[in-house]
C-alpha cells in the first residue's frame, strides 16, 4: 500500500511540473505586445524623412471592438503616437489591405481618419501629440508578414489655392521648378474641365507670358497634371498631364497655372517641372513663308518652330491628321536638278510643294532629296513636327542643290550598268554604244565628293555605309545614280 502511495504522489508531483513548465511556455509564446494599448503606445519621432516602423501584431490582444467608425469585429491592434514637427499633413504607407490605420487626436478622442493600406491624413498641427493605432482583423493578426509601415510628414503649403499662387518667371530660357505637393490641402473636386470629381492635392503658380507665343511645360510623368486659366475662377485653356504644349498665349498677360495629383500620388518623387516659352514665328503659314536662298553650296537653315501654331492636319499626303506644328519657307531653283535636305533628325519633317494649297511633289523625313525641279521656279517647303517634338533639339536643316549631278538627257539610262549595288568593296559602272567613260565620282548627300576615278571602277572599302550619289562622266555627257554601300 505504501508503494502504491508513493508512485501516486510522484506521478501527481510530475505531472504538476509539466503543467508549471507549460504554462511558463505558454506565457512566453503568447506574451502581450507592450504596446497593446493606447495609454502604452510606442513613442515614434515623424519628420519629414521617411521612417519605416516594425510593429508585432502577432501577440496583442484580439478583441470584439470597433474597427473603423461603425464597424465591429475581432481585431488585433498595437498603438504609437507621435508629435507633429510643422502644419501640414502625414503619409503612410503599408502596400497590403489588411493593415488597417486609425488616426486620433488622445486615447479615448477624436477619430481624425481611417482606414487601410495606404493614408494620407491632412490638415494636422505643430506640436500636438496624435495617437496612431494600427490593427488587423482575426483572420490575419497571426500573420507575421507585412508586419511594417512607412510614415512621412510633409509640410503645408503657402501656395494651396489660386488666392495664394506662387509667383514664378518664365522667360525664353527652360528654368526648372521645384514643388512640394505633398503638404497641399487635400480635397473633393474636378481634374480637368468634364472629368468626374475624386480627390486631389494641388499647389498654384502665376507667370507673365514675355513674349506672344507659345508655352511648354515637362515633367516627364503621368501622376503630375496642369492647367492653365485665364485667372483665378476664370477659364480653364488646357489641360494634362506629364508634358503640356500650350499655345497662343499673350506677352504680358498673368495666367495662373494649377498643379495637382491624385491622392495615391501625394507623397511620389518627380517633384519638379521644366518651363519655357517660345515667341510667335512669322513664317507660320503658306503665305507669310520666308525667303530663302538655294545654290549649289550646302547652307544651314536655322529654325523656331516650338512657336508655331499647333493644329490638328496631315502630315505628309494620305496620313492620318494629327497635331503638328509647322513653319513655311520658298525659294526660287537656281538650275534644273535636284534639291537635297539634311534634317539631321528624324522628327524634322519635310514637304515641298509647287504652290500654295498646290501640289504636294515629296514629303518625307530626316534627309529629302527632290529630284528634276525646274530653274527658276519657286517652291514652298513645309517643315512640321508632332506637337511631342515640337521644342525638342536639331533646330536646323542643311540645303543645296545638285546641279552639277544632274542628267544629261543624252545619255541612255538603258546603256548603262552599275553592280554590285548595293556595294560592299567596290562599284563597277558598264557603258555601252562608245560613251568613252571619263570619269566616276561619288558624292554623300550632302553633295560633298567622297571618291575619283578615271577607270570604270570605284574603291569603296573605306567608305561608311549608307545613300551616296555617283556621278557618271562620259564624252556624250553625264548621268547621276543612287547607290548604296554597306561596310
Known amino acids: 500500500m505504501t508503494i502504491i502511495l508513493t508512485i501516486l504522489y510522484n506521478f501527481k508531483m510530475k505531472t504538476l511540473h509539466l503543467f508549471y513548465i507549460a504554462s511558463i511556455i505558454s506565457s512566453i509564446a503568447f506574451a502581450q505586445a507592450p504596446n497593446d494599448d493606447c495609454t502604452s503606445a510606442e513613442i515614434i519621432n515623424v519628420s519629414n524623412i521617411n521612417l519605416n516602423v516594425s510593429f508585432d501584431i ?8 470597433i474597427g473603423c467608425s461603425g464597424t465591429t469585429n475581432d481585431y488585433a491592434d498595437v498603438w504609437f503616437s507621435f508629435i507633429m514637427p510643422f502644419n501640414g499633413n502625414v503619409y503612410l504607407g503599408s502596400n497590403i489591405n489588411w493593415n488597417n490605420f486609425a488616426l486620433y487626436d488622445s486615447c479615448g478622442g477624436n477619430e481624425i481618419q481611417c482606414g487601410n493600406n495606404n493614408e494620407f491624413f491632412t490638415n494636422l498641427t505643430s506640436g500636438n501629440n496624435y495617437i496612431l493605432r494600427v490593427f488587423r482583423n482575426a483572420n490575419t493578426a497571426s500573420n507575421t508578414g507585412f508586419q511594417n509601415f512607412s510614415i512621412k510628414a510633409f509640410e503645408e503649403v503657402t501656395n494651396n489655392n489660386c488666392a495664394t499662387a506662387e509667383t514664378i518667371t518664365v522667360t525664353t530660357e527652360s528654368s526648372t521648378v521645384n514643388f512640394n505637393i505633398g503638404g497641399a490641402e487635400l480635397n473633393n473636386e474636378v481634374g ?13 503658380y502665376e507667370f507673365t507670358m514675355p513674349v506672344n507665343g507659345n508655352l511648354y511645360l515637362e515633367s516627364g510623368i503621368s501622376w503630375n497634371n496642369f492647367t492653365l486659366y485665364d485667372s483665378c475662377g476664370g477659364n480653364e485653356i488646357q489641360c494634362g498631364n506629364a508634358n503640356e504644349f500650350y499655345t497662343n498665349l499673350t506677352s504680358g498677360t498673368n495666367y495662373k497655372l494649377r498643379v495637382f495629383r491624385t491622392r495615391s500620388a501625394a507623397d511620389n518623387n518627380f517633384l519638379s517641372f521644366n518651363i519655357k516659352a517660345f515667341e510667335e514665328v512669322t513664317n507660320d503659314d503658306c503665305a507669310s513663308a520666308e525667303t530663302i536662298t538655294v545654290t549649289t553650296e550646302t547652307s544651314t537653315v536655322n529654325f523656331n518652330i516650338g512657336g508655331a501654331e499647333l493644329n490638328n492636319e496631315v502630315g505628309c499626303s494620305g496620313n492620318t491628321a494629327q497635331e503638328y506644328v509647322d513653319i513655311w519657307y520658298e525659294f526660287t531653283m537656281p538650275t534644273n536638278g535636284d534639291l537635297n535636305i539634311n534634317g539631321n533628325i528624324n522628327w524634322n519633317n519635310f514637304a515641298l510643294y509647287d504652290a500654295c494649297e498646290g501640289t504636294e511633289i515629296q514629303c518625307g523625313n530626316l534627309n529629302e532629296q527632290y529630284t528634276n525641279l525646274t530653274m527658276g521656279t519657286i517652291y514652298k517647303l513645309r517643315v512640321f513636327r508632332t506637337s511631342a517634338n515640337a521644342i525638342k533639339g536639331f533646330l536646323s536643316f ?4 545638285s546641279d552639277t549631278l544632274s542628267t544629261n538627257t543624252l545619255i541612255s539610262e538603258d546603256n548603262i550598268r552599275i553592280f554590285p549595288n548595293p556595294s560592299q568593296d567596290y562599284i563597277k559602272v ?7 567613260l571619263k570619269s566616276l565620282k561619288l558624292y554623300n548627300i550632302l553633295g560633298n565628293k567622297i571618291k575619283e576615278s578615271n577607270h570604270n571602277e570605284i574603291n569603296t572599302k573605306s567608305v561608311t555605309s549608307g545613300l551616296y550619289l555617283l556621278k557618271i562622266t562620259t564624252k556624250k555627257g553625264q548621268i547621276t545614280k543612287r547607290v548604296i554601300i554597306k561596310n
Open 192 to 204: 480637368c474641365s468634364g472629368n468626374t470629381e475624386q480627390e486631389y492635392v494641388d499647389i498654384w
Open 398 to 401: 542643311s540645303i543645296y542643290t
Open 58 to 65: 502577432n501577440s496583442a490582444i484580439i478583441n470584439n471592438e
Open 430 to 436: 558598264l557603258i555601252h554604244d562608245n560613251y568613252n
